[in-house]
């Protein structure tokens, strides 16, 4: 029999079994611990927590399952540390390094890129999609917008269905790299 906790991670709650709380709590001490970055740590850790609680509900689905050990063991070896280090070779997961679980074909979602924007980031936000220059882009809108204006009204309508993206996880997933706290670093929105 094992004892199980309630836990709040990235605003949702989750049932995990103790040995796998206790490990995740090990990781997320040393990680901020290794961020060393000050008064910016929480904003990091934050995102770490949602996309730990993105990838905990990926693993379990619509099941309700209990998060286990082996479940944590794969989400801190794709995570990895903010040096791009892994946790001690007792922290790792039997057979997967974080390296193998970064190989892995990330989808990329559209969002609006606030960072480079002229009006609404939209441009900005299918070239990276689409994997084109943004310049490119914004000249295939001009000439849609003159060739009849459906190039206005599908700005508009991308504008509201496209969500900009924020964070430093939503910056990642825009461009089609893994999550892992170096890459939370770099796109993190205080610098």
């Given amino acids: 029999m094992k004892k199980v906790v309630n836990v709040g991670i990235g605003g949702r709650t989750f049932v995990i079994d103790e040995d796998a709380y206790q490990k995740l709590d090990q990781y997320l001490v040393r990680f901020r611990e290794k961020t060393g970055l000050g008064f910016e740590t929480g904003d990091i850790m934050d995102d770490l927590e949602q996309r730990i ?13 209990v998060v286990n050990i082996t479940i944590v063991n794969k989400i801190i070896s794709q995570l990895g540390m903010p040096d791009g280090g892994t946790m001690d070779e007792n922290f790792t997961s039997a057979g997967t390094t974080s390296a193998e679980a970064n190989t892995q074909p990330l989808a990329k979602r559209l969002f609006r ?11 900005s936000g299918f070239a990276l999609y689409l994997n084109l220059d943004v310049t490119l882009m914004r000249i295939i809108f001009i000439l849609t917008l003159f060739m009849g204006g459906i190039g206005f009204w599908a700005y ?15 910056k990642c997933e825009m461009r089609g790299i893994p999550v892992t706290a170096e890459n939370l670093r770099k796109f993190s929105t205080i610098k």
């Fill in 53 to 65: 609680a993105e990838l905990f509900t990926e693993a379990l689905g619509s099941r309700g399952d």
């Fill in 113 to 123: 890129d606030p960072d480079n924007k002229i009006i609404g980031g939209v441009c």
């Fill in 156 to 170: 508009i309508i991308f504008w509201i269905i496209a969500p900009a993206a924020y964070t430093a996880a939503q």
